[in-house]
């Protein structure tokens, strides 16, 4: 006899509190997942930005980064430099590996949201050749049906498949639902994954455990392997909500500023590196280490 599915439910309901960012203060943010790896790993980090710029004055610039991924969904707004701009629903993955620098900069009046993730590298592949992956709103795969819109910027889920490269296995979708509609689509049980409410209310998994916006729902794992189900279902005036999902790489890490490494020694080989020029920015990646989709 076939066993039956088991269903991915809310595990635990975080509600991150805004905060004044490091752009002064016509920015807001929340940190999603902070200090936190020990259980959310492959996710080291997760913050939602929102900027409401009333003025002409550049903010932003160029930083470096090392020994992960920066994984980046624009949901309102520009960001970016000449080398790149992305727009409202383009989705970003930035392998910073062995190092790399890159610019995040507004010049002008301007209303933004950004969620910009720290997705940890496999062991193995922490110093990996830099590279960026832009992948375009209208280049994502796209499901509409029965009240629900799915839209895939990594990974494979609801028979879709993001055309994205993943050295961790991760799943990023866009999930909208019209008022009352429900969705249920399978997810691998060994992910770690969570549900980030931008819009509505959602009702998730088989007790209806209720999020609203602004929260972040933790899926259980269940023990057993292979594939569980997500059942999603909105509330009365609809829902979008963010879901990532992704393997975890159980092995420990060491973060310090702009980098994540391995040992304590490797951050200051990091900084040394950084502060000698010897990490390349972005735009000056070559040509088959920035790929468009």
Do not use: C
Request: glycine share 8%; no cysteine.
């Amino acid at each position: 006899m076939e066993n039956q599915r088991v269903a991915r439910n809310i595990a635990f309901i975080k509600t991150p509190r805004p905060h004044q960012g490091f752009l002064g203060p016509d920015h807001t943010a929340r940190a999603v997942i902070q200090d936190e790896f020990v259980n959310s790993d492959p996710f080291i980090l997760l913050m939602d930005d929102i900027l409401d710029k009333k003025d002409n004055e550049p903010v932003g610039g160029p930083h470096p980064h090392a020994g992960f991924e920066t994984v980046s969904l624009l949901l309102e707004g520009k960001v970016g430099d000449s080398a790149h701009m992305m727009k409202a629903g383009d989705f970003q993955i930035m392998t910073a590996g062995s190092g790399i620098v890159h610019t995040e900069s507004i010049e002008e009046k301007s209303k933004m949201r950004l969620l910009q993730m720290w997705l940890n590298l496999p062991k193995t592949e922490r110093w990996a050749k830099p590279r960026v992956q832009d992948l375009a709103f209208d280049k994502a795969p796209v499901l509409a049906e029965n009240g629900a819109v799915i839209r895939l910027y990594s990974g494979s889920f609801a028979g879709l498949v993001s055309p994205v490269q993943n050295y961790v296995p991760l799943i990023v979708a866009d999930i909208e639902l019209r008022p009352g509609k429900s969705s249920t689509n399978a997810l691998m049980n060994n992910y770690n994954a969570f549900l980030y409410v931008i819009d509505g209310t959602i009702e998730v998994g088989e007790d209806g455990q209720m999020l609203t916006a602004n929260q972040i729902g933790w899926l259980n794992k269940p023990s057993d392997g292979g594939e569980g189900d997500l059942t999603l279902k909105a509330g009365n005036s609809g829902a979008r909500v963010i879901m990532y999902a992704g393997e975890p790489q159980n092995d420990p890490i060491v973060p310090y500023g702009p980098f994540i490494a391995d040992r304590p020694e490797e951050i200051k080989d990091l900084y040394s590196s950084f502060r000698h020029g010897e990490m390349l920015h972005v735009s000056a990646l070559p040509e088959e280490q920035r790929i468009s989709y």
